[in-house]
């Protein structure tokens, strides 16, 4: 897979070590740290997809690290594995998600996760000619002016026909077809085994890509071939907290009505109100507010699984929208999460000549 260079890196965290941190808030009822400690590990983890003889089922992984099933049996099985997979293309059969959705009568996002059909023979994507530089700034760097254009961005994909590959819905509904079941490895000969992108070599590339494009996407609706994709700093002081952004006050579509967060492009009405600004977050969050440690180095199981949680509303069936694979796309919040997500790997490259990827 050729490696993306567009993911810049802000100048905030890069030059230095991982930071630690620690604060304790009268209003907030746990303490904040990015201390990592490698000697304990009594964390559910969520792990693997399919291991041999042990065949783990990574269905709610999400949900799953919240405790909810039993996940102490998990902690010793090693790194994760990523066999050889074949992308599906639209020739491939495609299935309504039925994985990792506990309550599916009452999955408000829908099943069916499916691309739209395409007459289209496709092809290999080509990276086009590299012109001009995209930096991902930092959520809460932003200016007041990048950050309506970003909404105008978004509110530009919510206005695209639902069918339009590239609308707010379609996007959403990509992390879905890949996380819940949707494809199969048919192309390798197994379409008993479903692709499912998470807890293994394949997280980072993945969602890179995903990134890519939906990156592009923004930008050429708002005719800015600059355009870079925010990312939420969570591992830094100033970041720790949902981007105020996504739930500020926008004004009304309606003549005379006061601005209310609803119309606001970024505000998604399933989130954990309990944790939005100025509420700092929990790195390690499982399901409770916890204030422990977290393992060096497990971005997907760690942070990365923890910012899901914290972010979904418990709520809701299925810990709808950032705490189940199926809806999580349909939360500015993902891409915001991911694209930190994405700058982690990147760090870790830049820490160490050693750091290659598998
Ligand atoms: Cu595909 Cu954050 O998960």
Not at 165 to 187: D, F, L, T, V
Request: charged content about 15%; proline content about 9%.
């Amino acid at each position: 897979m050729a490696s993306l260079s567009l993911s810049t890196l802000s100048t905030t965290s890069l030059s230095s070590r991982p930071r630690l941190y620690s604060k304790t808030s009268a209003t907030h009822r746990f303490k904040v740290s990015c201390n990592s400690n490698s000697s304990t590990d009594d964390n559910p983890k969520l792990i693997l997809p399919m291991q041999n003889n042990n065949n783990v089922d990574r269905r709610n992984i999400l949900l799953g690290l919240g405790g909810l099933y039993g996940a102490a049996n998990l902690t010793n099985i090693g790194s994760a594995l990523a066999y050889p997979i074949t992308a599906p293309d639209n020739i491939s059969s495609c299935v309504a998600a039925t994985q990792g959705i506990t309550d599916l009568g009452n999955a408000v996002r829908g099943t069916a996760c499916c691309p739209p059909s395409s007459q289209t023979t496709p092809v290999p994507y080509v990276l086009p000619k590299f012109t001009q530089l995209r930096v991902r700034p930092a959520a809460h760097r932003l200016t007041p002016e990048y950050i309506e254009k970003y909404q105008e961005a978004i509110k530009a994909m919510k206005a695209l026909p639902e069918d339009d590959p590239r609308s707010w819905k379609q996007q959403g509904k990509i992390h879905c077809a890949y996380c819940n079941g949707g494809y199969s490895q048919e192309m390798n000969g197994h379409p008993e085994l479903k692709i499912q992108v998470h807890n293994s070599s394949l997280f980072f590339p993945f969602h890179r890509w995903y990134l890519y494009f939906y990156e592009r996407i923004l930008g050429s609706l708002i005719n800015d071939p600059t355009f870079g994709l925010p990312y939420w700093n969570w591992d830094n002081p100033m970041g720790m907290m949902l981007p105020p952004m996504l739930e500020t006050p926008y004004p009304s579509p309606i003549p005379n009505r006061p601005p209310n967060a609803k119309y606001n492009p970024l505000f998604d009405p399933y989130r954990n109100v309990a944790h939005l600004p100025p509420t700092i977050l929990d790195l390690n969050y499982r399901g409770t507010e916890s204030g422990t440690n977290i393992l060096a180095g497990k971005v997907e199981t760690g942070v990365h699984t923890a910012m899901h949680i914290w972010v979904g509303n418990p709520r809701m069936a299925n810990n709808e929208d950032m705490g189940n694979f199926y809806s999580a796309g349909y939360d500015p919040a993902f891409y915001l999460h991911h694209s930190n997500v994405d700058r982690m790997w990147q760090i870790w490259k830049d820490l160490d000549t050693r750091n290659v990827d598998p």
